[in-house]
């Protein structure tokens, strides 16, 4: 084609989709327009827009700025010098987006920097003094410039949260819109997708936030390990391991190292249709016993213009030292990925029809392979767990799968031509075993795992409920 005209067609392409979500979003504003009102005691009203660089305060940002163009809403957002990327970035589009600045304050001193004044002592759902020093602190200070002043102070708490509250502060009046517009999940998101897009951190996190934040679940460590390495291991840092610890999780070599492949060559095994997971009869004899770990993983299929199925992304999600434990995890993964699809450009049929979870119970010899957690003298941002300790199991589990994948596909090579794709693709695979000389492990049993379906609980753990100042 034509340079010239390949760049028109771009453009044409690039204008029809700025004006397809202008008009989509010019629909989903026109739903609500009528329906809020922004309180005013006076002339010197302050409206406060606090953001977090998440999904609910952005949106609320977009809503309001389109609702009541005329009023000049003060953004604000609390840096803890420890976000993930994608908080940064969420803000800056937004940015972009409203044409207004949001003033970045931060008291000083970064989330890490404090754990070190504080001699090593990290944060915990028990010991929340983050939020305070970094959140709380640095806002009212802010707030100060307004004193005497009425202030309205906006946040982004959906009608469907029954387990958020909003936070207070003196002088200021705390509004919910999305509550009294009766505004949903699904309204949010269709927000962001018509405007600046879904935080791109919500393929592994439900929320937006520190890094390493204490109350990140397991799944969502996981997620940073594989997503945001160097943040890992700026939080792994912060821990302190007793000796012994640090010997017992030295991290796995990765199976590419040792087969000289591309990383995107290994992948993942698919359980047997029909499988099923059995009681597991662990050996404990020999000089050398093996050690044995649930891990989970996730597969998301698509299907090709033949009608050919494909996998697009597949990851080891999860581990868990007993099979219920890894069952409940996984429908805790289900449950997000259902919440957060957009950021998958996934529908949820999409979700239920094309995204599988697989349990597998691998072994690995026991002088390198130790799934216990940390134990006296150690101090992690988890009682009993470790981030040092989650990387070693997640590192090895990755290379017992890889491994298993490629017997399976050094095991078909009699099946194929010699001058065929497949022989080739086999024949690497021998090859690329024989190249190994360290343990690999093995999988016990393996098989395909339906999640149950997301419920809201009754019962609140108070320690698993992030304080609403993060939100600042």
Not at 434 to 463: C, H, L, N, Y
């Amino acid at each position: 084609m034509n340079a010239t005209l390949e760049r028109f067609e771009r453009e044409l392409l690039r204008r029809a989709t700025i004006d397809a979500a202008g008009a989509s979003i010019d629909r989903l504003i026109d739903r609500f327009a009528g329906r809020y009102a922004i309180k005013q005691r006076g002339a010197d009203d302050v409206h406060i827009l606090p953001v977090s660089g998440g999904a609910d305060s952005t949106a609320l940002a977009i809503l309001m700025h389109r609702l009541f163009a005329d009023t000049r809403f003060e953004l604000v957002f609390t840096d803890t010098g420890a976000e993930t990327p994608s908080v940064y970035e969420t803000l800056d589009r937004l940015e972009l987006y409203l044409g207004r600045e949001i003033q970045r304050i931060s008291s000083g001193a970064t989330l890490y920097e404090l754990i070190e004044r504080w001699g090593g002592f990290l944060p915990s759902p028990n010991a929340r003094a983050c939020t305070s020093a970094l959140k709380l602190h640095p806002f009212k200070a802010w707030l100060s410039r307004f004193e005497s002043r009425p202030k309205w102070m906006y946040v982004g708490i959906r009608r469907d949260e029954s387990q958020r509250i909003a936070f207070a502060i003196d002088e200021v009046e705390t509004e919910m819109p999305f509550v009294d517009l009766g505004m949903v999940r699904e309204d949010v998101y269709a927000i962001l997708s018509a405007t600046i897009g879904i935080p791109r951190g919500y393929r592994t996190r439900s929320r937006s936030g520190c890094a390493c934040c204490p109350f990140m679940t397991r799944q969502e460590i996981v997620g940073l390990l594989q997503e945001q390495p160097t943040e890992f291991e700026r939080g792994a840092h912060m821990e302190k391991l007793a000796p012994a610890d640090q010997r017992r999780h030295a991290p796995a070599t990765p199976l590419w190292k040792d087969t000289q492949l591309g990383a995107n060559w290994l992948s993942l095994p698919l359980p047997a249709d029909g499988a099923q997971i059995h009681g597991v009869n662990r050996a404990r004899g020999g000089l050398l016993p093996d050690e044995g770990v649930w891990v989970g993983a996730e597969f998301m299929f698509d299907t090709d213009l033949n009608g050919s199925q494909f996998i697009w992304q597949q990851r080891v999600v999860t581990w868990s030292p007993s099979l219920a434990g890894l069952q409940k995890q996984l429908s805790g993964s289900f449950a997000h990925l259902l919440a957060t699809r957009e950021v998958h450009d996934m529908s949820e049929r999409d979700v239920r029809t094309n995204v599988r979870f697989a349990v597998y119970f691998i072994e690995a010899p026991a002088d390198v392979f130790d799934p216990c957690g940390p134990g006296a003298g150690s101090f992690t941002w988890k009682q009993g767990e470790a981030y040092q300790q989650l990387a070693h199991i997640i590192g090895w589990a990755t290379r017992v799968l890889n491994a298993e994948q490629l017997r399976l596909e050094a095991s078909q090579i009699g099946r194929y031509r010699e001058t065929s794709w497949a022989w080739e693709n086999a024949n690497e695979s021998v090859k690329a075993l024989s190249r190994i000389s360290a343990p690999t492990g093995a999988i016990v049993q393996s098989a395909w795992f339906t999640p149950a379906e997301p419920k809201v609980d009754d019962e609140i753990d108070e320690a698993t409920v992030t304080c609403p100042v993060c939100s600042l």
